[in-house]
């Protein structure tokens, strides 16, 4: 029986989603499993490490028993993961000493701001491509070694191990053999020099993570370990492929040259444009990061963040009720002919890149007697594309060159409403993919890459298609109307 599947773990914010694809890219079997969120304070975001691996467990099992085919086809696994997310373990038994810090977590707000007082900002930028922001995963590290009794001594003594979820699910998957991560991942921990590679000492001093808590480096394309005791899975299974969520989405987007760029509209919303070999340092508040390592080749992007964009949905459909499923959100918003004057700007975990301020909240402007669900709903849509406005026209400005296209994804980018709104705001084409579950398809291109069942990204390229494409539409006075309001009310937010 010949191995020529492929089964990708895309761990994600909310829950664990699992697909297995052939070597045609066909999807043969999906499950996803969600899990708890949890917020013990305003502006703290936790998960239970073990509830993350049960739900990675149960989507497994799904996807294997809805699987026409055994599991001892499975050629490789390739993980995606939810970026910046970290925890902290013992290395003997596996047992975490801190619910995760998620990245929307921001309780490290004043440590970043009294490290920004004290004139670091620059040099941690110029070294990392990072901004001094709770997003990253140093100072939820060194969070957990200052709060957790013993932690720092247990961590000089070696005892403890630190990672994002990739490096977790990868000692699980391993049966806790191998403690690695690649450069995607590494690079958003605030410790990873952009250029010449390995953990920064300058950086673990400066934000006090030993470097001995840190795991191993690898290309993202290649042999990682292989599966120890998982149940359902066969043992031997080689793990050749991982990337944090963004950069698997761009790989899994084929935006393989310079000047192509993706977003994916999920929790949050994320736009990349890979810069090739080159380091872009950008001039208007956006990060500069690895997009991707094959062999000894390092391939950079530009990067801009919103942190709120599936998730609006769902604070519509859980804190206010005024949708019972996400998909609702649409039908709502069409119901009226425009926002009604409404602006929403979604500031609920702080407001990301170009603005990067974590004590910004949610603000909703411009209510009336006569504003309904209607433009409540649409007024949310409306607030996730002007956010990717911001981002797309400082990587212009960056770029010194427009973005000519763009590449959507996620969950949200079903919602054709939203994607016309986007692409009226930008004045540039959407193109949709057939299959919008790209992070997964990253990890699972990099995992084929590894395993040898592609020979190279051109094959992979050839394989994209796509579901849609939109085209400009919107007239210009009403946009340069919602586009003046957004950046009055995002000054109050």
């Not at 701001?113 to 100072?139: I, Q, S, W």
């Not at 919103?306 to 519509?316: P, R």
Request: charge should be negative.
């Amino acid at each position: 029986m010949s191995a020529d599947l492929i089964l990708a773990i895309d761990q994600g914010t909310t829950g664990t989603t699992c697909l297995v694809v052939d070597t045609d890219l066909c999807v043969l079997a999906r499950a996803t499993h969600e899990f708890p969120q949890h917020f013990p304070r305003s502006g703290w975001v936790e998960h239970d490490p073990d509830e993350l691996w049960s739900s990675v467990l149960a989507a497994v099992a799904d996807v294997l028993a809805a699987l026409d085919a055994p599991a001892e086809r499975i050629a490789a696994i390739g993980i995606s993961n939810q970026r910046e997310t970290s925890l902290l373990w013992d290395r003997n038994d596996g047992q975490a000493l801190h619910r995760a810090l998620v990245w929307q977590d921001r309780r490290t707000a004043q440590a970043c701001a009294e490290l920004k007082e004290a004139g670091h900002e620059d040099r941690v930028r110029e070294l990392t491509g990072l901004v001094l922001d709770p997003y990253f995963a140093a100072t939820k590290m060194a969070w957990v070694l200052d709060h957790v009794d013993g932690a720092r001594d247990r961590a000089a003594s070696g005892a403890l191990a630190a990672g994002t979820i990739d490096t977790y699910v990868l000692w699980r998957l391993t049966g806790g053999t191998v403690h690695a991560t690649e450069p995607s991942n590494a690079s958003r921990t605030l410790l990873w020099p952009l250029e010449g590679g390995g953990w920064s000492d300058e950086m673990c001093e400066l934000l006090r993570v030993p470097r001995a808590l840190l795991p191993e480096v690898q290309p993202c394309s290649g042999e990682f370990g292989r599966t120890k005791g998982v149940p359902g899975l066969p043992d031997g299974i080689p793990i050749c492929g991982i990337a944090g969520d963004q950069q698997a989405a761009l790989f899994g987007q084929a935006c393989f040259d310079e000047g192509q760029a993706k977003c994916t509209y999920g929790t949050g919303a994320f736009v990349l444009l890979n810069t090739g070999p080159r380091v872009v340092r950008s001039e208007h508040g956006l990060l500069s990061t690895v997009a991707w390592q094959l062999g000894d080749t390092t391939t950079y992007c530009l990067e801009g963040s919103s942190f709120m964009a599936g998730a609006v949905v769902q604070w519509l459909r859980d804190q206010l009720g005024i949708i019972d499923r996400a998909s609702e959100v649409e039908t709502l918003a069409r119901s009226v002919d425009d926002s009604g004057g409404v602006v929403f700007v979604p500031g609920h975990a702080g407001l990301g890149a170009p603005h990067w301020r974590p004590d910004a909240r949610g603000l909703i402007r411009g209510i009336s007697r006569g504003t309904s669900r209607g433009h409540l709903a649409r007024a949310a849509l409306e607030g996730i594309a002007l956010q990717i406005a911001d981002l797309v026209e400082a990587m212009a400005a960056d770029l010194g060159r427009a973005v000519e296209l763009l590449r959507v994804d996620g969950g949200a980018a079903a919602n054709d409403l939203l994607m016309q709104i986007q692409s009226d705001l930008l004045g540039i084409p959407l193109d949709r993919p057939a299959m919008l579950e790209t992070t997964a398809l990253g990890a699972i291109s990099l995992a084929g890459l590894g395993v040898g069942l592609w020979p190279d990204t051109q094959s992979l390229s050839q394989a994209w298609q796509r579901d849609r494409r939109f085209e400009p539409a919107g007239e210009a006075e009403p946009l340069d109307a919602l586009r003046h309001a957004w950046r009055e009310a995002i000054e109050h937010a």
